[in-house]
């Protein structure tokens, strides 16, 4: 698969394109995705996704504190999974946020040699969104290309969304999100030193230093699969701000424990993939009863893991 950062260099032909913010590649954009590719493939024919970075609600300023479901380099991954020929990650910015649906057309029109435009059913680009599903049609009769709408995707019958997916991640619902995305919800974080304090009680965790943007599921305790250097393990994964040995306040950590593992980590990348919420995080009123609980816990996820078997 071919990347770029641009299409503003490119000068391609015949392309089939699919196009949006696609944070996450969930079910709804795979479908897109997987039906464009196959019928483009069957007649010859080149794929293109075109995802936008930065995300245009965080641009153009929509939601405070806006986070990603994916960093850059994962949806890259991801799409690169799927088959797609050629990903795009166009810059967006104040002045692509001005241009008109016609004018953005014109310049993928320009840059692809665009054959098939493959949209969802509520897709709408340009300023304002005024190229919407009709005003798209009518543009491709102009410019040479035709348009294909995709329907909405349900799961447990509600439509597939990054909003839906946000929402369960927010509540702590690992299992939902899971099912939206059709894999489960990932970090990535390289390991640094923490303070030690799980080696001493016998539990020792690793403190993932996770990219500032990227969704953090509520805190809580979870039952996760951890991948690094080739190899994965099971792992209890704790997200929250550690009450039982902090008074004031601190910041959010991400820390895990790997079932059967006591080597080093510190400076390896590990991915959490997180499959399900054992419990919130709490206050204990010592030690021993903390640990006591983490055991429970890592009995709980032994159980679960096993069940993947």
């Given at each position: 698969?071919?990347?770029?950062w ?39 024919n ?6 936008f ?5 965080k ?10 479901l ?13 088959d ?11 002045q ?13 029109q320009q ?28 543009l ?12 909405a ?33 990932s970090?990535?974080g390289?390991?640094v ?34 991948t ?7 792992a ?23 079932l059967?593992?006591?080597d ?5 990348q590990?991915?959490l993939?997180?499959?399900?919420r ?16 983490i055991?429970?816990?890592?009995r ?10």
């Amino acid at each position: 698969m071919y990347h770029y950062w641009s299409l503003d260099s490119l000068n391609w032909k015949n392309i089939w394109l699919t196009i949006g913010s696609f944070d996450g590649i969930h079910l709804g954009h795979q479908e897109i995705i997987r039906q464009m590719i196959t019928e483009a493939h069957a007649q010859g024919n080149p794929t293109a996704v075109i995802s936008f970075y930065p995300h245009p609600a965080k641009v153009l300023g929509k939601r405070q504190d806006f986070k990603y479901l994916s960093t850059p380099e994962e949806r890259i991954a991801q799409l690169r999974a799927l088959d797609v020929d050629l990903a795009i990650s166009h810059p967006f910015n104040r002045q692509v946020a001005s241009l008109s649906a016609r004018e953005f057309m014109q310049h993928l029109q320009q840059h692809l040699g665009l054959q098939e435009l493959w949209v969802g059913f509520d897709f709408a680009l340009g300023r304002q969104r005024e190229g919407d599903i009709q005003t798209l049609k009518l543009l491709g009769e102009e410019l040479g290309y035709r348009l294909n709408v995709i329907e909405a995707v349900r799961s447990r019958e509600q439509l597939v969304s990054s909003s839906l997916i946000r929402a369960a991640l927010a509540e702590g619902d690992a299992q939902l999100a899971g099912t939206l995305l059709g894999r489960p919800y990932s970090l990535v974080g390289l390991v640094v030193p923490g303070d030690g304090r799980g080696r001493t009680i016998g539990i020792p965790t690793a403190n993932l230093d996770i990219w500032h943007e990227k969704i953090v599921p509520k805190p809580g305790v979870y039952v996760c699969q951890a991948t690094f250097d080739g190899q994965t393990w099971g792992a209890v994964t704790n997200i929250g701000y550690r009450p039982t040995f902090e008074n004031q306040p601190v910041l959010e950590r991400v820390e895990t424990h790997l079932l059967d593992y006591d080597d080093d980590l510190y400076g390896k990348q590990v991915q959490l993939r997180f499959l399900d919420r054992l419990r919130d995080e709490q206050r204990f009123p010592n030690v021993d009863a903390l640990v006591h609980q983490i055991h429970t816990d890592i009995r709980a996820a032994r159980q679960h893991l096993n069940a993947l078997d």
